[in-house]
C-alpha cells in the first residue's frame, strides 16, 4: 500500500480544483491506495489578508471543512484525516478519528499567537494525544515551535523544508537532526531526497505530493526512482507515516 502524506482536500475552496473527487482521478492508475488529507488554507483562514480578524463564521467555515475529512472514511481509498489549527486552537474539536495537526502559515499571512496560554494549552493536548503536527512556517518560528512551544511533540517539517526556510537552513539549525523531526517529499528535488537521506537515513522521511499543487503520480515517480533498497522505499511510501500515525 502507497500513502500520500500531503494532500489538500476541501468543500469550499475549489480553485486550483481539490475536492476529493479531484484527488481521485489524479490518482487514477497509480498505485497510490491511501492519502493523508487536511483542509485548503482558504478553508481556515483569509490568507490574501494580513490583517485578517477571525470571527462566527470563519469559525463555522474551519468547523466544516475539518469535519468534511472525518466523513471520508470507508470510501475508495484510505483517507487519514488531520486537524487544520487556527488562533482559536479548538483542540475540543478533536475527534479519535483524527491523525495528525496542520499547522500553517507564510510570511505574508495573518500569525498564530504563539504567546496566547490557548496556544499552549493546544500543544498540551496534542502532546498528550501523541498527534504528530505537520508543521509549515516560517524558519524562526519553526526552529521556536520544534524546540520549545512543542517540544517532544513529532513535528513534520514538509517539502524538505522547502517552505520554512529551505533544505539547508533547517539543517543549519539542526532540526533535521532531532529524532522528533520528520518530512515529507512534496514538491522537494530528487538531489535534496537523496541529500537527506544519506544524511539522516529513511526512518523519517514519506512521500508526499502536495496536491493540488503537486501532481501525485509524478510526486511519486521521484520516489520510485529512488536509487534505494526495497526496504527502504517501503518505508518512505507507507510504513514511516503508518507507525507516525500508528495506523
Not at 500513502?3 to 479531484?22: L, M, S, T, V
Not at 469535519?67 to 475527534?95: C, H, K, M, S, T
Not at 517539502?159 to 522537494?188: F, Q
Request: negative net charge; contains cysteine.
Amino acid at each position: 500500500m502507497i500513502i500520500d502524506a500531503h494532500a489538500h482536500c476541501g468543500i469550499y475552496h475549489r480553485f486550483p480544483p481539490q475536492a476529493f473527487e479531484d484527488y481521485l482521478a489524479n490518482i487514477r492508475g497509480s498505485p497510490i491506495e491511501g492519502a493523508v488529507m487536511f483542509s485548503p488554507v482558504m478553508e481556515i483562514y483569509d490568507r490574501n489578508d494580513p490583517d485578517f480578524v477571525d470571527d462566527k463564521a470563519w469559525r463555522k467555515r474551519r468547523k466544516s471543512s475539518n469535519l468534511y475529512l472525518l466523513g471520508l472514511e470507508n470510501r475508495e481509498i484510505d483517507v487519514f484525516p488531520f486537524f487544520f489549527i487556527w488562533n482559536d486552537f479548538a483542540v475540543d474539536q478533536l475527534d479519535p478519528r483524527h491523525c495528525g495537526i496542520k499547522w500553517h502559515r507564510h510570511a505574508d499571512e495573518p500569525m498564530y499567537n504563539y504567546d496566547d496560554p490557548a496556544c499552549t494549552r493546544a500543544v498540551e493536548e496534542i502532546r498528550r494525544r501523541g498527534l504528530p503536527v505537520v508543521f509549515e512556517e516560517e524558519l524562526e518560528n519553526t526552529v521556536r515551535f520544534v524546540n520549545e512551544i512543542a517540544a517532544g511533540v513529532n513535528v513534520i517539517i514538509p517539502h524538505l523544508g522547502m517552505l520554512n526556510g529551505g533544505y539547508r537552513a533547517i539543517e543549519k539549525n539542526g532540526l533535521w537532526e532531532n529524532p522528533r523531526v520528520w518530512t515529507d517529499t512534496s514538491l522537494a528535488s530528487p538531489a535534496e531526497i537523496r541529500d537527506y537521506i544519506d544524511s539522516y537515513g529513511s526512518g523519517r522521511i514519506m512521500f508526499g505530493s502536495d496536491f493540488p499543487f503537486g501532481a501525485p503520480k509524478s510526486e511519486l515517480s521521484k520516489v520510485m526512482d529512488l536509487p534505494v533498497s526495497e526496504t527502504v522505499r517501503e518505508a518512505i511510501t507507507a510504513g514511516n507515516i503508518r507507525r507516525l500515525i500508528q495506523k
